[in-house]
């Protein structure tokens, strides 16, 4: 009897969604003015500090790799949960959170409990890369939140700066992304600014040589000496290519230039199996959109496959019964088709 009431408990309180539930224009009926509210938001953020439609568009990325997009990265800490927002890729770095309370503040106006905060992360990433210049996309919703986050998967999945290619590459693949996916959605570092904190190993300790990484324009170079010198506060920021404000192959010309800003970036480069698609992106723009959108779509399909909710509020999770029951129970509801990072 007991176990027929928390069955029935949770099939009330939580869904599951697998990515082949995710549609184009899932809200077409329930809230169909959900992606014009989205971009509305973000012109306004745009407008308001360019770089913040950069930061929100990472979200994506850094919510998708760590079980499947579910906003898990958006939720606070709380005493018994530590969050990602404080993982070692996110600490001091993700930023904008305001730009999602906003949207999420107008959706629940127009259209209560209905838009996910996962979904929120995906419209607002594909407006902020054509907002910017870059290539639109038709995107597939219907996604859930999380019910919890983790600060340890995070930080055992993010990829440091200092990545070189052939560690990314083993990332990406088990993401179910291939090589071309990985190059492509690097060139999402057309937009945005890092820190100096992301690179001052590579201007003077590469490897723990002391030195320089080689591959390093040294005009370039001698910039970034200038605007983080060894003395600097880590927090400074840089720009990620030299038109930063702008969605396009830039980034794949300074690469081939040698002056990409992370390590991670210069290695698509210098590595022979990325190297060729760098150097074609830098001459092809329309292709680089192409294989960027697709990206986006792939890894917009990450799932966990483990009961959500449409969270009321992105930075903590409804109020629930269904948290009262055991882990075990939760986890009955995972589906097998699941496609998020292994
Ligand atoms: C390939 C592996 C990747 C690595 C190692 C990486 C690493 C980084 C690092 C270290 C920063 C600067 C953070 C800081 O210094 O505070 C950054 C910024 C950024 N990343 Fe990535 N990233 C990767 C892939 C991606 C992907 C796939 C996307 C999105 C599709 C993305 C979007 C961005 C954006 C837009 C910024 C600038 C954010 C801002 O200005 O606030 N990155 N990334």
Redesign the pocket.
């Given at each position: 009897m007991l176990l027929l009431f928390l069955i029935f408990l949770l099939h009330t309180t939580s869904l599951v969604t697998s990515s082949s539930d995710l549609r184009p224009g899932f809200y077409s009926n329930t809230c169909p003015e959900a992606e014009y509210i989205v971009q509305d938001v973000m012109k306004k953020a745009l407008f308001r500090e360019p770089?913040?439609v950069?930061?929100v568009?990472?979200f994506?990325?850094?919510d998708c790799f760590v079980n499947g997009c579910d906003a898990s990265m958006l939720l606070d800490d709380t005493p018994d949960m530590l969050g990602e927002k404080l993982a070692l890729?996110n600490i001091?770095?993700?930023?904008?959170f305001e730009v999602v309370d906003e949207i999420k503040e107008a959706l629940e106006k127009k259209c209560p409990g209905v838009v996910s905060c996962a979904d929120i992360i995906i419209m607002a990433?594909r407006d902020?890369v054509a907002l910017t210049g870059g290539p639109n996309w038709e995107v597939r919703l219907g996604r859930l939140d999380s019910l919890t986050a983790s600060q340890e998967d995070s930080d055992n999945i993010?990829?440091?700066?200092r990545?070189n290619a052939t560690a990314?590459i083993d990332?990406?693949q088990k993401c179910n992304l291939t090589v071309k996916d990985?190059v492509a959605?690097?060139g999402?570092?057309s937009?945005?600014?890092?820190?100096?904190?992301?690179?001052m190993f590579r201007l003077y300790n590469q490897s723990g040589s002391g030195k320089p990484d080689p591959a390093l324009d040294p005009s370039y170079r001698e910039q970034l000496n200038k605007l983080c010198p060894l003395d600097v506060d880590q927090n400074v920021?840089v720009n990620?290519d030299s038109t930063?404000l702008v969605f396009d192959n830039q980034y794949f010309k300074d690469l081939v230039a040698g002056r990409g800003?992370?390590n991670?970036?210069e290695t698509l480069f210098t590595f022979p199996k990325t190297r060729g698609l760098v150097r074609f992106y830098s001459t092809h723009q329309s292709q680089f959109f192409e294989a960027?959108a697709e990206?986006?779509l792939k890894?917009g399909d990450l799932q966990s496959g483990r009961p959500g909710e449409v969270r009321r509020n992105c930075r903590m999770v409804n109020a629930r019964r269904a948290h009262l029951l055991p882990d075990s129970q939760q986890e009955m509801e995972n589906k097998d088709e699941i496609h998020a990072c292994i």
């Open positions: 770089r913040s950069a930061s568009m990472r994506q990325f850094h890729s001091n770095s993700l930023r904008s990433s902020a993010m990829p440091s700066p990545a990314l990332l990406f990985l959605l690097s999402s570092h937009i945005g600014q890092g820190r100096c904190f992301s690179v920021t990620l930063p800003f992370l991670s970036d960027f990206g986006m890894m």
